[in-house]
């Protein structure tokens, strides 16, 4: 029986996800496991998942949760020959199908996080390849990272960027904001009108009018 491990880059974009400030839980064993929910408690029928281990499901994959959503993590081996990277996405569909039997109400937010081999951005081949791959919406969302070389964790924030955790301004620059944001004082007089509970909507805004007028109220 082959054993299954995590993927070599796993580690890797955990630490880019929480350098983005992405929260990063353990989730189940059970997502990267062998067998479906239904199986758990019928074992004749788990004793079958041994063929399914060795044919049907990826060598390398591993499972965590960012942001509240489930992840599962695996790799791509090879060159980009169509016929063995559908085979090898073959069986990461029946992982994703594995742990949506798990996931219950949050099977629908899984999303699979693959790396080609090293070099594949600059092969066209690789690209065409992991276009179709991220077009195909089957069992759950599915994203391909390409990179040169050895990756940096420059290069998988980079990849990460394109996903759910992406921040569209540092978690440093947010909290200066709203810093700022708590130092500001109402001019005189409207935070009074403002928590008046006998003005409307109307009589609000003629107030605060009034009191940017300067006339007496």
Known sequence: MTQRESPPLMLLMI???QSI???VTKASEQLSGSRFNSEVLNEPIACSTIG???NDLPHQVAAATLDGIPVLFGMLHGPAFKKSIDQQMRRYRNQATIARSWLGSDAPNLQLFVSAPSGALRDSAWRQ???EIEADDR???KLVWLFE???TIDDAKGFLERTFIARPWPAEQVTQQ???MANISLPLGWEEAIEDPDLDFSGLVER???LERGAPT
């Open 15 to 17: 630490q880019a996800a």
């Open 139 to 141: 069992t759950c969302r």
């Open 149 to 151: 070389g050895s990756p």
């Open 21 to 23: 400030g992405a929260v």
């Open 52 to 54: 399914r281990r060795e």
């Open 178 to 180: 709203l810093d700022s």
């Open 208 to 210: 605060l009018i009034e």
């Open 129 to 131: 390849l992991a276009a």
